[in-house]
Structure formats: C-alpha cells, structure tokens
C-alpha cells in the first residue's frame, strides 16, 4: 500500500514541477520589447503646479520624425507613476510622448466631479510645454488619450473636449477596465457629454473576465455615450482569464497595473509636490475696518457650499483609500502584457485610418501567447457594439448592447 502511494506521489510531485508557465513580453512587436532608447534615456518633466499639474515623458534620443502623444489617466488615488512605470516606460521607449495628468496633488484633495477640469489644467500645461521644447518632437495632430478604472471616465471626457478647449482633436480613445462613472456608491468620475467626441476617432474598452470592481458595464457606458462613433468606431477587448499552468493569468480590475519604483512620484520632475493648504485666519488688526457681514441668504449659500465641498472631499478620499490598498503588491505579468499589446494594436490602427474593422480582421489581436509547454492562451475575446436603436421623439435611444444586459 505504502509503495502504492509513493508510485503516486512521484508522478503528483514532477506534476507540479512541470507546471506550464505562462508567457513573457513578446521580444518584437505590438507589447514587445523592441525599444528605441534603454530604460534610463527617457525625459522626464513636470508641468502646472498643485492638483493640475502634469508630468511627461519621451526618449531623450533625436526622433527621425514627429512623436505621437499619449495622455495616460490614472486611477483616482493612484496618484504616483509607479503604479504604473512599466507601461509608461513601455510606451514612451517606442517612441511616443506620454502626458500623465496627476489632477490631484493628494489623496483626496480634489472631488470626484472636479477630476477632469484639474486634468485639463496639468493636460493644457504639459501640451504648451511639450510644444515649446523641441526635444519633445511631438506631434499634437496624434493625441491619443488612455485611462484606467476611473481615469478612463476621464479620458473620454477629456477626448470629447478635444477640437476645442485648446485641444487638438482625438484619434484614439482606450479604457482599461472602466469604472462605472458617477451616481451613488461608484468610485468614479461623472461622464460627461461624449457627443464631442471627434467622429473619426476610434474608442476601444478593454474590460477583464474577472473584473470584480466594474465588470463590463462601465466600458459599456462609454460606448453608449459615444454612439455617434458607429459600429466602426467602437469596440470592446474582453480579456480571457486562463488557469492552465502557474501562475494563472487573471484579468482582474487591477491588470493594467504595472508597478516600477523608478517611476516613483518623488523621484520626479518637482518632486511630490501637494496642494498649498489654506493660510490661517489672521484676526482684523485693532481699529482695521470691518468688512460688512454677508447678507443673511448669501452666508448660507456658503455654509450650504462648505459643507457639500467638505462631504464631497471626504467621500473621494475615503473611497479612494479604500480602493487604494488594492494596487499595491502587484507585479508585471502575461495579463499586463495582453493589455499591452491590444493598446499598441488599437494605436497602430487609429494612427494609419483604420477602425475597429480593421482590428477585427487583424488575427495578432485576438491572440496573447503561448504557455512555456505550447499550449495557447485563450483568445482574446472581442465585441463590437450594436448601432443605436432608432431615436423616439428627437432623442436616441440608449445602446442595443447595453440594453441587452
């Protein structure tokens, strides 16, 4: 019996030994590591000040010609690049101009409704700084704007923006995971109108299987908004969650998480700046004259404003804290490099013409690699949503797609 269970154990035990192992980064291609500069050539600075600030980056060697640019939105309370450096190394190493728009100097600093005007005013700075400063070689006719979880809310509120508010206008709008936006109990920005939403612009949401925070709903949302976009213009990259060898590759609300403590915010351009506190209250000098007391109504208009600023502040910064445990011992692995890959695929396509067609008959989108024993990954899963449904009374009705949940 004895011998039985060790002739058992011996074949369990080289099992688990030989456990597949999944994929790396590609060495070439869409996500790989084919660089134009190493890792310690990137320019790195800082634009604005307090909550709209902004930082970019792009590699500090000659262009042969003009960079796109890409504007990365964080997660609310995600506030530091090391979050995310590997992508943003990733991205400005090929060649591209980053902007990452902090929008918020703390944790908690700035409502949930005031994100995209703070990203706004580090976004405005970075790209006049960018335009004055030659090394950058940015081209502004290629924005592109990228978030993740509640930054993607904000990308697409900031790419509606684009062709106006000073903003050239957008080719390429990419949400990893999104957030449901706004409402109650949402830890996400509101979304606003996307019907400025250039209409040759291509928007792709990249959701995850297993993404217990937001699913696909948030991704959903957007689209929906953007419906003016067409079948062409819109589509959504479902990542395949696969458990075949060791570790597994789970496509969570976190994937597009890809820390790098080199990217850290206090190594920074400006180091970790933080929003100026208020002054403290300085009594009226003796004999100063006394400003006249605010009318009785207009004292409790600004109480009313105080209080629902100071509810506002507290609930994002609770919220985000809450959330913010959740990014951290994260590491760089197969799922991040799928998201990769799928973001230099969509740039690629929206940067020659292409649209969300041409992404469907591309067969390197739907595949994300092999496990280290051959076997492949599952593909990627890919949905293009519905047109809209006929508009009633003058006003369109919601997208066939998400009405179908």
């Known amino acids: 019996m004895r011998a ?13 030994a030989l456990a597949a192992s999944p994929p790396s980064q ?20 800082s634009f604005g000040e307090g909550n709209g600030r902004a930082l970019a980056f792009w590699p500090r060697a000659a262009a042969e010609k003009p960079r796109p640019v890409i504007v990365f939105l964080h997660a609310p309370g995600a506030i530091s690049p090391a979050y995310y450096g590997a992508w943003l190394s990733h991205l400005a190493r090929r060649g591209n101009v980053v902007i990452y728009p902090l929008y918020e100097a703390a944790v908690g600093a700035v409502p949930f409704d005031e994100m995209t005007g703070e990203a706004l005013k580090g976004l405005s700075a970075a790209l006049a700084g960018i335009a004055a400063d030659p090394s950058a070689r940015a081209d502004l006719s290629r924005l592109v704007f990228a978030g993740h979880s509640g930054g993607a809310v904000i990308a697409a509120n900031l790419a509606a923006r684009s062709g106006r508010d000073g903003l050239p206008p957008a080719r390429l709008l990419f949400g990893v995971m999104p957030a449901r936006p706004g409402g109650e109990k949402i830890h996400a920005p509101p979304l606003e ?19 217990q925070f937001a699913g696909d709903r948030g991704a959903r949302q957007i689209l929906a908004a953007a ?84 509810a506002a502040l507290w609930r994002v910064g609770h919220e985000e804290r809450m959330l ?57 899963g890919v949905e293009t949503p519905r047109p809209p449904a006929s508009a009633t009374a003058g006003v369109a009705a919601p997208d066939a797609a998400t009405s179908a949940r």
């Open 26 to 45: 590609p060495a070439a291609g869409p996500g790989g590591a084919d660089y134009v500069v190493p890792a310690g050539e990137i320019e790195k600075r």
């Open 227 to 310: 419906a003016h976009l067409g079948q062409n213009g819109r589509l959504i990259a479902r990542g395949p969650s696969d458990s075949h060898g060791q570790p597994a590759v789970s496509f969570t609300h976190y994937a597009a998480v890809a820390p790098d403590e080199a990217w850290d915010l206090a190594a920074m351009p400006g180091g970790a700046e933080q929003a100026p506190a208020p002054g403290p209250e300085t009594k009226t000098e003796k004999g100063a004259r006394r400003a006249a007391p605010a009318p009785r109504e207009e004292a409790r208009r600004q109480r009313e404003e105080q209080r629902r600023r100071a």
């Open 193 to 211: 109108d996307l019907s400025g939403l250039p209409a040759e612009a291509l928007a792709v949401m990249f959701t995850g299987d297993r993404d």
């Open 4 to 16: 039985a269970l060790f002739g058992l154990a011996a074949p369990l035990a080289a099992g688990v």
């Open 324 to 380: 913010l445990a959740n990014f951290e011992g994260r590491s760089v692995g197969a799922a991040s490099y799928a998201i990769w890959k799928t973001f230099d695929l969509a740039l690629e396509a929206a940067l020659s013409g292409g649209d969300a067609l041409t992404l469907r008959r591309d067969p390197r989108f739907y595949d994300i690699g092999q496990w280290s024993d051959g076997w492949p990954l599952r593909r990627m």
